[in-house]
T-cell receptor
Framework: KAGVTQTPRYLIKTRGQQVTLSCSPI?????VSWYQQTPGQGLQFLFE???????NKGNFPGRFSGRQFSNSRSEMNVSTLELGDSALYLC????????????????FGPGTRLTVT | AQTVTQSQPEMSVQEAETVTLSCTYD???????LFWYKQPPSRQMILVIR??????QNATENRFSVNFQKAAKSFSLKISDSQLGDTAMYFC?????????FGQGTRLTINP
C-alpha cells in the first residue's frame, strides 16, 4: 500500500496570505489528523477528521481550518498567515480514528514545511 | 489534560551501545495503548513500537524494547546495539481525548 502523501512538501508564503495543504491517507483509512510541529512547541494537535466530519479540534485560532472529502483526502487551510505559523505540518492517517484508548495506530506523512516571511 | 513527559531533551551514545529513553504519561483510562515514534532527519515519522497496557509482557521489536510500568505510568524505550541509523528524534505518545498526545521528544545521536 502507498503511504500517506502530503503536498506540497515545501511552501514559502508572505504574512497575510492564505495557504492550503493537502493530505492523502493510506487507502482504506478513514481518519486524518493534522499536527503542527515547531522546535519550541513540539507536536501540537490541530484537528481530526473522520468520514468527512471534524471529530476533534486542538487549541488553535479559527484561522486554521480543514475539511475531508468523501475519498478521505483532507485539506487544511490557514488564513491570514503570521510569522508564527512557520512550521512543519504533519498529517497522519489511521484506520478508524483516535479513541480514548489509542486503539488505532497513526501513520504519518512526510510533512509540509511552511515558511512565512 | 493528558500530558506526556520526556525528561531527556538530548542523548548521545556510541554505536553498538544500549540506550534507554524515558517517558511518563498521564491517562485516566484503564486499558489503552502507548507508542514510540521515531523521526529521522528526513522528517518522516515512523512507528517504532506499540504497547498494550493490559498486557503484562513488554513489547519488543528487534533491537527495540519497552519497559512498561503501568502503576508508575512509565514507558521507556530501550535500543540495544545502537546503529548510526537510529539517530533521530524519538517521541512517546499516549491517548488523550480522541487524539494522541505526544511528548516533547528526545533527540538521540548515535556516534561512530
Amino acid at each position: 500500500k502507498a503511504g500517506v502523501t502530503q503536498t506540497p512538501r515545501y511552501l514559502i508564503k508572505t504574512r497575510g496570505q492564505q495557504v492550503t495543504l493537502s493530505c492523502s491517507p493510506i487507502s482504506g483509512h478513514r481518519s486524518v489528523s493534522w499536527y503542527q510541529q515547531t522546535p519550541g512547541q513540539g507536536l501540537q494537535f490541530l484537528f481530526e477528521y473522520f468520514s468527512e466530519t471534524q471529530r476533534n479540534k486542538g487549541n488553535f485560532p479559527g484561522r486554521f481550518s480543514g475539511r475531508q472529502f468523501s475519498n478521505s483526502r483532507s485539506e487544511m487551510n490557514v488564513s491570514t498567515l503570521e510569522l508564527g505559523d512557520s512550521a512543519l505540518y504533519l498529517c497522519a492517517s489511521s484506520l478508524e480514528g483516535a479513541d480514548r484508548r489509542g486503539s488505532y495506530e497513526q501513520y504519518f506523512g512526510p510533512g509540509t514545511r511552511l515558511t512565512v516571511t | 489534560a493528558q500530558t506526556v513527559t520526556q525528561s531527556q531533551p538530548e542523548m548521545s551514545v556510541q554505536e553498538a551501545e544500549t540506550v534507554t529513553l524515558s517517558c511518563t504519561y498521564d491517562t485516566s483510562e484503564s486499558n489503552y495503548y502507548l507508542f514510540w515514534y521515531k523521526q529521522p532527519p528526513s522528517r518522516q515519522m515512523i512507528l517504532v513500537i506499540r504497547q498494550e497496557a493490559y498486557k503484562q509482557q513488554n513489547a519488543t521489536e528487534n533491537r527495540f524494547s519497552v519497559n512498561f510500568q503501568k502503576a508508575a505510568k512509565s514507558f521507556s524505550l530501550k535500543i540495544s546495539d545502537s546503529q548510526l541509523g537510529d539517530t533521530a528524534m524519538y517521541f512517546c505518545a499516549s491517548p488523550g481525548a480522541q487524539k494522541l498526545v505526544f511528548g516533547q521528544g528526545t533527540r538521540l545521536t548515535i556516534n561512530p
